[in-house]
């Protein structure tokens, strides 16, 4: 296993200060494959007195001594283009071809870019009788995530270079997150098996014939299913999420429904089972969310956001192909077998909601899609509480039910909502 244990400060590579170490993991094999140092307090001091001190020089250097600088930075990238690529894709687990395509390319496009719009930048102007003058502003503290490294690295630091400015830099000492006690499940045959266990257990179930009303009688309540069938209960609990109807009042308008588009590509071929080869689940850190993982038959089944109508065509599921490409090129001449949607629910402060507006008439709504394992995880205290009536057991307040103000409008605030959540993930790319 390799090692980075300096900074470079000064024009040097350095010892830190205080000694720290921390193992990178590579995501793809959850091995780590190199040792990095962690910066104090005191090598951030150390950095910037650095920075500070060079700034008084190079802020005063020329267009052409700071053209040839970035041209210089340009032709190394170039020259050390895949051992680029091969870092990024072991430090985030992407595909070479990604690191190669998408990440190391990134890096080298924005330099080319910067140095292109350097030439020709003009650093003063005149504007009637106000003379404007663009000037080094100091040493510019640079912090950038994990996600695009090379990307958001050189989107800032090229362009301080050619403003004149000198920058003390912190990339993330991290990459994806990796949690071990993540899994995945099959929703249909998590739910076929829960129907089992019920069902040994003595519970009767009724499909295919939802329910159509529900009213108080006497104690109790009586619910009718769309083929007229009645039952009576003294409690009942509704679960319908976001698919709750008219059948209590106010439900539905307390919550926000969005739909969750899904495809499943044909099976991968075996020599691409580099591919998530340990059946990892993964989601990304954008507010507009992508998620994917294997299927046990071996196809990449990928998902997120999609339009708030019914589909129309498998146009409406061309967002996600875009996606899948962009994330495994490798991938871009398979079949995609499958599209299927759902809803999810959503609540204002993010939180799944219990509510008894009357007694005996339980609810539990909006899971945030988040819904097979909340629910299962809610089905044990929810029947304690029906059982014994003990608020203590359940894990959530019971809370007021209360209609979201404008409910009507929500097809037009969600839409707005995330045509900008994707133009702020696009500009953070």
Not at 71 to 95: H, T
Request: charge should be positive.
């Amino acid at each position: 296993m390799s090692k980075h244990l300096k900074f470079f400060i000064d024009g040097a590579w350095v010892d830190p200060v205080e000694p720290a170490l921390l193992d990178v993991i590579d995501p793809s094999t959850e091995e780590p494959f190199t040792t990095i140092s962690i910066g104090s307090r005191a090598d951030v001091d150390r950095a910037v007195a650095a920075a500070k001190a060079a700034f008084a020089t190079f802020s005063v250097t020329d267009r052409a001594e700071r053209l040839a600088l970035l041209e210089r930075i340009l032709a190394v990238y170039n020259e050390r283009f895949e051992d680029i690529a091969q870092a990024v894709s072991r430090e985030m687990g992407a595909p070479l071809a990604f690191a190669r395509d998408s990440q190391a390319w990134a890096g080298r496009a924005h330099l080319e870019a910067t140095i292109s719009a350097f030439k020709n930048f003009e650093f003063s102007e005149q504007r009637g009788t106000t003379r404007i003058v663009k000037e080094p502003i100091g040493v510019c503290a640079l912090i950038t995530p994990w996600n695009w490294p090379l990307n958001q690295i050189v989107c800032k630091v090229a362009p301080a270079i050619a403003a004149g400015c000198t920058v003390v830099l912190k990339p993330s000492e991290i990459a994806g997150f990796l949690d071990r006690r993540a899994g995945v499940v099959n929703p249909l045959a998590l739910v076929h098996e829960l129907a089992r266990l019920a069902t040994e257990a003595g519970a009767g179930l009724v499909v295919k014939d939802g329910v159509a009303s529900l009213r108080k009688v006497g104690a109790g309540w009586e619910v009718t299913t769309a083929s007229g069938r009645s039952i009576r209960a003294r409690k009942v609990l509704v679960a319908t999420n976001a698919y709750s109807g008219a059948l209590v009042p106010k439900l539905a308008e307390s919550l926000v429904w969005l739909h969750s588009f899904q495809i499943a590509t044909e099976p991968v071929p075996a020599e691409l089972d580099f591919i998530l080869p340990g059946g990892q689940a993964v989601s990304d850190s954008r507010r507009i969310v992508v998620y994917y993982r294997r299927s046990p038959d071996g196809r990449l089944v990928l998902g997120g956001r999609g339009p708030m109508r019914e589909p129309r065509s498998t146009e409406d599921w061309a967002h996600l192909e875009r996606a899948l490409h962009r994330l495994f090129p490798m991938l871009a001449s398979l079949r995609i077998d499958h599209r299927w949607f759902g809803r999810v629910a959503m609540t204002p402060d993010h939180l799944p909601h219990l509510h008894e507006p009357e007694p005996g008439l339980v609810m539990v709504a909006g899971c945030q899609g988040r819904g097979i394992g909340l629910m299962t995880a809610l089905g044990a205290p929810l029947s304690r509480y029906l059982a014994d009536g003990d608020p203590g057991v359940l894990p959530l307040p019971i809370t007021p039910l209360r209609r979201i103000p404008l409910h009507r409008f929500r097809r037009l605030g969600v839409a707005a909502h995330i045509a900008w959540y994707r133009l702020l993930d696009g500009l953070e790319r």
